[in-house]
């Protein structure tokens, strides 16, 4: 069955980085856009981030561009989100999820992993 | 950006009953680009409706999609104890994706 494993979260201190991690297995992952999606406590959902199947497009939310990068590795089936210069406001739960449409970046999320808090905070 | 808003925020209902969940568009959406998600507390959304109207793998059919353009509904035919939860629309006609504020389906 799909799955989809977040690690990587944690505190950190405002101005700081942190790199979450994404592991899939259960389906082909190279076919698919993959995605983070934040939401903070007793919060909304917020769309973060998407890579397309090969890494070759990327698009961020205007609340984490020029801070925050996506990446893959297509070897491994892994997805990365490297965050730099954290701010209070970036405190969520960052869910790691799949595209469902071969080759798209603009799509709904077939599925969802467990999710990873990350807690910016001095 | 396309902003979504759901009403009503809350719905107070009792099992058995039908539930009806609004989602509309500050502009049109193209194709019908919309997809409903389940959310119980501690735990990840999970997708129920895509293309506004097509029901995900497993999905019970209690559960229905419709709507085009700007307005969308999602109905729940007869309300199970396990269908108490949040519940988010989202868009993916053009970025950025955007979700709905959610609506709170909890017991009467």
């Known amino acids: 069955q799909v799955k989809l494993v977040e690690s990587g979260g944690g505190v950190v201190q405002p101005g700081r980085s942190l790199r979450l991690s994404c592991v899939a297995s259960?389906?082909?992952?190279?076919?698919?856009?993959m995605h983070w999606v934040r939401q903070a406590p007793g919060k909304g959902l917020e769309w973060v981030a998407v890579i397309s199947d090969y890494g070759i497009d990327k698009d961020y939310a205007d609340s984490v561009k020029g801070r925050f990068t996506i990446s893959r590795d297509n070897s491994k089936n892994t997805l990365d989100l490297q965050m730099n210069s954290l701010r209070p406001e970036d405190t969520a739960v960052y869910y790691c999820?799949?595209?469902?449409?071969?080759?798209?970046?603009?799509?709904?999320?077939?599925?969802w992993g467990q999710g990873t808090l990350v807690t910016v905070s001095s | 950006e396309i902003v979504l808003t759901q009403s009503p925020g809350t719905l107070s209902l009792s099992p058995g009953e039908r539930g009806t969940l609004s989602c509309r568009a500050s502009q049109r959406i193209s194709n019908s680009y919309l997809a409903w998600y389940q959310q119980q507390p501690g735990q990840a959304p999970r997708l129920l409706i895509y293309g506004a109207s097509s029901r995900a793998a497993g999905i019970p059919d209690r559960f229905s999609g419709s709507g085009s353009g700007t307005d969308f509904t999602l109905t729940i035919s007869r309300l199970e104890p396990e269908d108490f939860a949040v519940y988010w629309c989202q868009q993916y006609a053009s970025s950025p994706l955007t979700f709905g504020g959610g609506t709170k389906v909890e017991i009467k």
């Open positions: 999820a799949s595209g469902a449409v071969f080759g798209a970046v603009k799509d709904y999320f077939d599925y």
């Open positions: 259960g389906f082909t992952f190279t076919r698919y856009g």
